[in-house]
């Protein structure tokens, strides 16, 4: 296969799944599969609920199935890509957000983790201080935090 071509076939599939998503998620492939369901109940007296009446819905959906993983995988991934190159504009964008966010989706599972209970710990002093805003920013949060502490220190002193 020539490298042009998978790259044809792949725009193709992009495009395919794309359509098929849009369409199998509408009201009308609902109201579609569920007619079809209904035939298939009415229908099986007169083959007398045999196997093979019960084989034809059995392996009917079965293959689409099978199909439909491939193709709305597919279309996940592609959104999943577009709102994650979102993301990472905005937090380039802005220049008090930590740019080690960016990409983050790459790190393993227990990074994550690691990240989260940094998050979850920034969320406890955000509490404390009663305000969510006392701390933003991987690199700068405890920094941030610290200094914040000693200006409401500071400017409680020179109030009293």
Request: charged share 25%.
């Amino acid at each position: 296969m020539r490298k042009g071509s998978s790259s044809e076939f792949s725009k193709t599939f992009d495009r395919f799944s794309g359509i098929v998503t849009r369409a199998t998620g509408s009201p009308a492939a609902f109201i579609s599969a569920f007619a079809v369901i209904i035939v298939w109940v009415i229908t099986g007296p007169v083959f007398k609920f045999s196997d093979t009446w019960q084989l034809v819905i059995n392996t009917g959906t079965t293959i689409i199935t099978f199909l439909m993983v491939f193709v709305i995988q597919q279309s996940q991934n592609k959104d999943t890509m577009a709102i994650q190159l979102k993301l990472n504009e905005l937090i380039a964008a802005n220049k008090e957000a930590s740019n080690r966010l960016i990409d983050i989706e790459d790190l393993t599972e227990d990074e994550l983790k690691v990240l989260k209970k940094f998050y979850i710990t920034l969320s406890e002093l955000a509490q404390k201080e009663k305000d969510l805003f006392t701390s933003h920013s991987l690199d700068e949060a405890t920094h941030n935090h610290k200094a914040k502490a000693t200006d409401k220190t500071i400017s409680k002193t020179v109030k009293k």
